[in-house]
């Protein structure tokens, strides 16, 4: 005799959507399928560097040792200052990219296959310890400042022309799309300058730090490019170490966060005034990451978040005395953390939790586009 499977299904199916609920921690989805770009070419520091330092023969600013990269296929330390992924990888798998490979990666003997494909489909030039201006760290071979990641694009560029010919080049880098992460290095600088506070006000070097990321942006768009995704600075005196040293209630440093603002303001401004000027030639998405981090510090459930105060990975006090090493504390579930280090690199849920931020419907964190319209305008 035959029976109704009919209710089976119908729970089963029920579950499933219960299941699919669930692990939104919070977040829309965002509705149907994203527009393909043909690349996606980064620029920044630490926190979308792919590997890039590894290349910087006297640079101590790498993370490719364990205990980073112990989420990452293969618990592979690639550079990136985070237990897996980054927010730059998370972007390019969003839209079917490969993952950009760093380009210094691909300046090493026998690689011209490989970087005949990655000038295609994406690169990163990001660097850990990199900033707007061309700092200590340059001068000191530490990392690769912005300025100097825009001469490595050009270089990509020209693979990239030779390839296609100007005119399919052209339409390439119109459809592509030019993440931008940088600001935090050339903040924790001027905190720890007494001279350079001395001879500049908070006002007038967040100033400064726009209209010197502006002049680079203007390069790169010179150079095709139209579609910019740019990234505020995030609240970088609620990192760990910042907390660790502000007394027994390990409050965030408000000075710290107040100085984020102003350059948040700053480069909102800036980016109006630039798509004024270019009018028509480049359209962008400002991402307030300040704000979406302060929303998952504030309620951090919702994202599924446990801990948004200690680092994954460290020792001391909210395991922020030292930086991540194949020694440190480990916390067992890095998906309930909201920071992987002392320095507050996001760990790959966080960085996760954020890209999906910037896909969300919801336009509270990114003007004048959501990335979804970026990509599909």
């Known amino acids: 005799m035959p029976t109704n499977k009919t209710p089976f299904l119908t729970i089963f199916l029920l579950f499933l959507g219960l299941v699919w609920f669930n692990s939104s921690t919070g977040l829309e989805a965002t509705s149907g399928k994203l527009p393909s770009i043909p690349g996606l070419y980064v620029f920044g520091d630490s926190l979308v560097d792919a590997g890039n330092n590894n290349y910087l023969t006297i640079s101590i600013s790498k993370a490719n040792y364990p205990r980073n990269g112990v989420d990452f296929p293969d618990k592979k330390s690639t550079g990136r200052f985070s237990n897996g992924k980054n927010a730059a990888d998370a972007i390019a798998e969003k839209f079917g990219l490969p993952l950009p490979p760093p380009y210094l990666s691909l300046k090493v003997p026998f690689k011209e296959k490989e970087r005949q494909s990655a000038a295609l489909t994406g690169v990163n030039f990001a660097s850990g310890g990199a900033g707007i201006f061309n700092g200590s760290d340059q001068k000191l071979r530490q990392s690769i400042p912005l300025s100097h990641q825009v001469n490595n694009w050009l270089e990509i560029r020209k693979e990239l022309t030779s390839q296609l010919g100007p005119s399919e080049a052209q339409i390439h880098l119109s459809k592509s799309l030019f993440f931008v992460v940088i600001g935090s290095n050339d903040l924790f600088d001027y905190f720890g300058s007494f001279k350079l506070r001395q001879r500049t006000n908070p006002q007038q070097y967040t100033q400064s730090m726009a209209d010197k990321l502006k002049a680079q942006l203007k390069r790169v768009h010179d150079s095709g490019a139209r579609r ?143 990335l979804t319209q970026l990509v599909s305008s």
């Open 228 to 370: 910019f995704l740019i990234l505020g600075v995030a609240q970088i005196g609620c990192t760990p170490g910042q907390r660790a040293k502000n007394s027994t209630m390990h409050e965030c440093n408000e000075d710290s966060n107040m100085w984020c603002s102003l350059y948040n303001v700053a480069l909102v401004k800036m980016l109006q005034q630039l798509k004024q000027e270019l009018q028509s030639s480049m359209t962008y998405t400002y991402f307030d990451n300040f704000k979406s981090v302060h929303d998952i510090i504030t309620n951090p459930a919702r994202y599924g978040f446990a801990d948004v105060t200690s680092a994954c990975c460290g020792s001391g006090d909210l395991n922020a005395d030292s930086p991540c090493f194949p020694v440190s504390n480990l916390c067992s579930d890095r998906t309930k953390y909201l920071f992987w280090d002392r320095y507050g690199h996001p760990t790959e849920a966080a960085a996760r939790t954020i890209v999906d931020l910037m896909l969300s419907d919801d336009s509270q964190y990114s003007s004048p586009l959501t």
